[in-house]
């Protein structure tokens, strides 16, 4: 697998809370130039970085990194950051409503988004270092039913990043129409290759460019 090849399938990310607008001009035009599948960034640049870069696919997050804020914050973020100029939206599930076992009211959260959505791409993320065998298993049907265009195992922020072994479970588990999303330590083209050759149809990394570059 070429490098290019690679860098079609990565949303090319910074989320950092520090991230300044010459931060993310640079990633937004690495992702411009080496033809990555989008710019994933923090929804409060999204108008500023569409209208530096009105042809870039831009990837919004919503509800990041914690997934605990009410649906009508969810919402109204995800509403906001498409108007804004997002092409797709990465939103963290109510990760607490899992530990109750509400599963119900994920899908319900993970449906409205979409609902709003409709066309544009919506990624679910779930947070995997943080649930049980079982409970992973239950939100692929759940992220499926909901109508989610993917599953996507991590923020990068919490205890643990993507695992090849979730990859696994959620090829066996997702509907046939959801898409696998990896994020959170994949750091080498070797890894890069794993993921990609496990099921997932993207990666998330803030390192890609450099790595595959072979950038300082």
């Known amino acids: 697998m070429t490098n290019e090849e690679i860098l079609r399938r990565v949303d090319h990310t910074l989320l950092k809370a520090s991230a ?39 990837c919004a997050v919503v509800g990041f990194p914690l997934g605990y804020s009410v649906l009508s914050a969810k919402e109204r973020e995800t509403e906001e950051a498409l108007a804004d100029g997002a092409s797709e939206i990465d939103m963290v599930i109510n990760i607490g409503a899992v530990k109750n076992n509400d599963f119900l009211a994920v899908e319900r959260e993970i449906a409205a ?42 923020t990068g922020f919490g205890s643990a990043g993507a695992a090849l072994d979730d990859i696994a479970l959620f090829k066996k588990h997702i509907g046939r129409d959801v898409k696998i999303k990896a994020a959170g330590g994949i750091r080498t083209k070797e890894s890069f290759i794993a993921f990609l050759a496990a099921g997932c149809s993207r990666i998330g990394s803030s390192s890609a460019v450099d790595v595959l570059l072979s950038r300082p």
């Open 20 to 58: 300044s607008w010459l931060e993310i001009e640079k990633v937004c035009g690495e992702a411009l130039v080496y033809k990555t599948a989008s710019a994933c960034i923090p929804p409060s640049y999204v108008r500023q970085a569409a209208a530096a870069f009105p042809a870039l696919n831009l």
């Open 113 to 154: 988004l979409k609902r709003i959505c409709g066309e544009r791409i919506l990624k679910a993320i779930v947070e995997t270092c943080y649930l049980t065998q079982e409970e992973k298993k239950g939100l692929c049907i759940t992220v499926a039913n909901a109508g989610a265009d993917y599953i996507k195992t991590s």
